[in-house]
T-cell receptor
Framework: AQSVAQPEDQVNVAEGNPLTVKCTYSVSGNPYLFWYVQYPNRGLQFLLKYITGDNLVKGSYGFEAEFNKSQTSFHLKKPSALVSDSALYFCAVRDGTGGFKTIFGAGTRLFVKA | GAVVSQHPSWVICKSGTSVKIECRSLDFQATTMFWYRQFPKQSLMLMATSNEGSKATYEQGVEKDKFLINHASLTLSTLTVTSAHPEDSSFYIC???????????????FGPGTRLTVL
């Protein structure tokens, strides 16, 4: 069975500093990995995904994520955080069998201080 | 393109009544739709997967008779919470996919969610 772990409930970072939001996964076969962001009382917005190819994936709003197969991780990063990046971030995984069933991590709240 | 809407955005109902939530794909045909439930400060829990024209597949622990899902067309899926109780209060989010197609690399699109409060 596939699963996703986000070990941090909250990440605090000062504006302008780099940020990292951690994610590890477990899936049989090749994983499809995703990051989504959620603002209060809103649905999810897609940030980026990894399916195959380069381990470093670039996405929306300056975010990027690095796929590390040996560590089964897919950490979200941004070189310089903005206050407007403050939100709830979800890592998600899908197995590579062709179905669309996606499992989400518990979420990490990012708080960027001005 | 690829917008998913939900209606209503919020609803308050009395215990024992039924509530219907609609999920529509506005500019694409959704071959598969998913319903998620999100509790405060928690993640999304997949409730069920519905394919157009067939019965929904429910996740373990989700009561199919309580959460009725209908995917009657390629643009509409409905979730009906029957005989609602306060513990059904939650944020319900749908998502839609179009098999074999993506929009700027995005394959799964989420609605804005519906907040249900059962008194």
């Amino acid at each position: 069975a596939q699963s996703v772990a986000q070990p941090e409930d909250q990440v605090n970072v000062a504006e302008g500093n780099p940020l990292t939001v951690k994610c590890t996964y477990s899936v049989s076969g090749n994983p499809y990995l995703f990051w989504y962001v959620q603002y209060p009382n809103r649905g999810l917005q897609f940030l980026l995904k990894y399916i195959t190819g380069d381990n470093l994936v670039k996405g929306s709003y300056g975010f990027e994520a690095e796929f590390n197969k040996s560590q089964t991780s897919f950490h979200l990063k941004k070189p310089s955080a903005l206050v407007s990046d403050s939100a709830l971030y979800f890592c998600a995984v899908r197995d590579g069998t062709g179905g669309f069933k996606t499992i989400f991590g518990a979420g990490t709240r990012l708080f960027v201080k001005a | 393109g690829a917008v998913v809407s939900q209606h209503p955005s919020w609803v308050i109902c009395k215990s024992g009544t039924s509530v219907k939530i609609e999920c529509r794909s506005l500019d694409f045909q959704a071959t598969t739709m998913f319903w998620y439930r999100q509790f405060p400060k928690q993640s999304l829990m997949l409730m069920a997967t519905s394919n157009e024209g067939s019965k929904a597949t429910y996740e373990q622990g989700v009561e199919k008779d309580k959460f009725l899902i209908n995917h009657a067309s390629l643009t509409l899926s409905t979730l009906t919470v029957t005989s609602a109780h306060p513990e059904d209060s939650s944020f319900y989010i749908c998502s839609a996919t179009s098999r074999g197609r993506n929009y700027n690399g995005v394959e799964q699109f989420f609605g804005p969610g519906t907040r249900l409060t059962v008194l």
